[in-house]
């Protein structure tokens, strides 16, 4: 995680990239309304969100990649993370991004492969385990991750804390398919997600396009149509939020995957 940076911009600044490079911010402002990567829109789902972190990169074809963090707490606890990643530029030569997202060795909760040719097109549900405030936070990561041609890319990766929605102390079993089979809480709440995620997916699939429209994710319901906090989880240990950043949660650029990675739980190879 970046450390505090000093902001000479107003909160509410609209582009986190300007001129392909990330702007000064100061760790935990909030994110405008209006706020776009790369000019490309960000789904807020009707959460207030606030920016935890800020980077640029550039890979081997000189493409600017650019990603941005997002928490969102509940109550002064752990609830939401988000962090997207999206190209703002083309490369010297067209081509394409590619990452085995949606492998289908992968245990998974929800899995929607619209791949087509060289594009990627995934969305995936799954269980994860995360240290927050040195304390583990079971939790379901939303991944959808789109690429298309001249050397366009948007990954969305929403991390939900379980227990904050009635699943305290779930395991990756209790998440994988036939995990999700076995319960029917937890078979209706993967099936009323769904429909959420596909529109989410469907979101990134306009926020990629070249006109980078401003309301690629007007369509999409809210997070809490789904994932609807409760007011006092029972037998639940909080996770406090602190106003200090998280390191255990590094997310790096992987040239080799052409993707983020959660340096924590994934090797880049």
């Keep these: 995680m970046a450390a505090l940076c000093v902001s000479a911009f107003a909160a509410g600044a609209d582009e986190l990239f300007p001129n392909n490079k990330f702007r000064a911010y100061q760790t935990y402002e909030a994110l405008g309304p ?43 606890e752990y609830f939401l993370e988000m962090a997207i990643t999206s190209s703002m530029s083309s490369g010297s030569e067209d081509g394409y991004f590619s990452a085995n997202v949606c492998n ?15 594009n990627d097109n995934c969305l995936i549900v799954s269980h994860q385990t995360r240290s927050i405030y040195n304390q583990p936070v079971p939790g379901l990561q939303v991944i959808v991750r789109n690429s298309k041609s001249n050397w366009r890319l948007y990954e969305v990766r929403l991390f ?45 699939d306009s926020a990629i396009d070249y006109s980078k429209p401003a309301q690629a994710f007007g369509a999409v319901p809210d997070i809490e149509t789904v994932f609807k906090p409760l007011t006092a989880p029972v037998g639940v240990a909080a996770v406090r939020y602190g106003k200090t950043p998280n390191t255990s949660i590094d997310y790096v650029y992987c040239p080799a995957l052409e993707r983020m990675i959660d340096s924590a739980q994934e090797t880049c190879r």
């Design 34 to 76: 209006a706020a776009t990567i790369g000019g490309r829109a960000i789904y807020k789902g009707g959460r207030n969100w606030q920016i935890a972190d800020l980077a640029d990169f550039v890979n081997n074809m000189n493409v600017m990649i650019g990603r941005v963090i997002l928490v969102s707490p509940h109550n002064g």
């Design 160 to 204: 939900i804390n379980l227990a904050l929605v009635g699943f305290p102390n779930s395991t990756p079993e209790e998440w994988n398919s036939g995990g999700v089979e076995k319960d029917p809480a937890r078979r209706q709440f993967v099936d009323n997600m769904e429909k959420w995620a596909r529109a989410l997916q469907s979101g990134v």
């Design 104 to 118: 289908p060795a992968i245990p998974h909760a929800l899995r929607v492969n619209k791949v087509s040719g060289h």
